[in-house]
């Protein structure tokens, strides 16, 4: 997986994230929340990918709901889910 951020200490889970991560190695800017159209994750994460620097300094991790099918969900989380 790369350089790890936490050496030796490192936490189960974050074996589990790292493997869906380019660069495993960076700062995570982590974001957890219900998928949610009040959230406004959509523009976080527009925001995250039209910015070079954010890009280049950190990984976005995104924590919505839970394990559901999308197409289960009520319409405005699935809505959020889906332009994610």
Same mark, same amino acid.
């Given at each position: 997986? $790369?350089?790890s951020?936490f050496?030796?200490?490192? =936490?189960?889970?974050?074996?589990?994230i $790292?493997?869906?991560l380019?660069? =495993?190695?960076?700062p995570?800017?982590l974001?957890m929340?219900r =998928?949610?159209?009040k959230?406004?994750?959509?523009?976080?994460?527009r925001a995250? $990918?039209?910015?070079? @620097?954010?890009?280049d300094?950190?990984?976005?991790?995104? @924590?919505l709901g839970?394990?559901d099918v999308i197409?289960g969900?009520?319409p405005g989380?699935?809505?959020v889910?889906?332009e @994610?």
């Open positions: 997986l $790369g350089k951020l050496g030796p200490d490192e =936490p189960a889970i974050w074996k589990q $790292g493997r869906f380019r660069h =495993p190695g960076k995570v800017i974001a929340s =998928p949610d159209a959230k406004n994750v959509t523009a976080l994460v995250y $990918g039209s910015s070079r @620097v954010l890009r300094l950190a990984n976005l991790v995104l @924590v839970n394990r197409d969900m009520a989380s699935s809505r889910m889906n @994610v």
